[in-house]
């Protein structure tokens, strides 16, 4: 069977002009639903939407890897070209040091031999020129050999000192080479971190998506599934629907049409007898109550719903003379557990009960001067409180505890017969 109020109604958050003077606090990402029967056809196109997005980011996940890993190649690549080069050129060094090795062997050897024929020479000179030439031709044909010698010998110095320039360039040059990989094998390294990095991002978005179509399959069921989702012990309460919130746990909540305001408005809190006065204290933060009787929906629960998206509140207020009167708010925000959900917001008030509640804002609600206590119960000690002690007829109050609206008579705080909270998002 297909729940009668079943329906899903999905928002993306927005953000307000007046989030800035508001101390608003949206999130974008952040969806609310409403499961009922109306939507079949919507959540079955938006199923295969989910689906085709989910197979999209998937696509340019694998694409964005494999582009790193094309620039790794192309890297690694690089890599190789350049150690095949410094191989070579490592090989052409050693083959000039060898070259020089023997080019200085055999100049050692040719001036060891410049050195014995010199000293032949002489010997020579001296046999067979000593009774022929004079002191001075001796001494002018020594001089001359001598300085031809030194001329190779010279010679053969430079060749060394040129060799010597060559090797010391080709080392340069092999220095910079081995920089240039060091870099590459840096950027190598970055590389394969980044595609770590998004490797890990998929499996995240992957994890998650998997684990979002579990919920969405536990709470909505199967689309092709024809029966009916019943609420057990609410058939008595109309417009019942269930509420998910994102990492929240659904609940169920009642929706009423408000015939000056509009429709598909949440009930938050109602009061019409006081049979939750004794739970209400330690259940502030949770809840507590009978949707279909006194109920009060819980401050985390608050919280989730005015940060995800921009919310209208609207009261409405009943006294023992039978006497209606309403306040409306544009846009209600109650903080987290870190600012111990503290008022934020109320915007803009209409109405023709007064703007009694604009006295609370920035008042916490779980400790010092201004928390929920058994005297208020509410946000702080102002010009209201509708979550105070239930009276059964009309009562001039000598303390905050209690339900009233204001101090317009005299100053003087009279007991209400009945109050109503609800909250819509805004269109």
Known sequence: MKPEHQNIFSQKSRSSPHSS????????????????????????SKTKCERQITELQRKLAEVEINLMAQKEKRLENSVKDKDDFIKNLQFSIDLVTQTKDMT?????????????????????IKDNDREKSTPAEINDKFLNENKELNAKLQEKNDCIAEL????????????????????????????????????????????????????????????????????????????????????????????????????????????????FDDEIVSNLRTGCGDLAGEFWIGLEKLHRMTANRRMELYITLVDF?????????????????????????????????????????????????????????????????????????KVLLNTHDGIWWGKWNLENRFSLKSCKMLIRARP
Not at 106 to 123: F, H, M, P
């Open 164 to 275: 010597d320039s060559e090797t010391r360039k080709f080392v340069k040059i092999l220095q910079e080479k081995e920089t240039e990989v060091a870099i590459l094998e840096f950027k190598i390294d970055e590389s394969k971190q980044k595609i770590m990095k998004l490797e890990g991002k998929v499996q995240e978005k992957n994890e998650k998506l998997e684990k979002m179509g579990k919920i969405l399959t536990e709470y909505i069921g199967n689309p092709n599934d024809t029966d009916e989702f019943v609420l057990l012990s609410s058939s008595t309460v109309p417009s019942i629907k269930l509420v998910t919130l994102p990492d929240f746990e659904p609940f169920a909540s009642v929706f009423e049409d408000i015939p000056s305001a509009g429709r598909g408005w949440m009930v938050i809190q109602r009061r019409i007898d006081g049979s």
């Open 321 to 393: 003379d039978n006497v209606s009167a309403y306040a409306r708010y544009d846009h209600f925000v109650i903080g987290g557990s870190k600012e111990e959900y503290k008022l934020l917001s109320l915007g803009k008030y209409s109405g023709n009960a007064g703007d009694a509640f604009r006295s609370h804002i920035n008042q916490i609600a779980t400790a010092g001067p201004f928390a929920f206590s058994f005297d208020s119960k509410w946000w702080g000690t102002g010009n209201c409180n509708l979550n105070g002690k239930y009276r059964t007829s």
């Open 104 to 124: 200085i062997q055999k100049l050692q050897t040719e001036i060891i031999g410049l050195q014995n024929a010199l000293d032949l020479s002489r010997i020579a």
């Open 21 to 44: 003077t508001e101390n608003n606090s949206t999130g974008s990402d952040s969806e609310m639903e409403f499961v009922g029967p109306s939507a079949q056809g919507m959540l079955k």
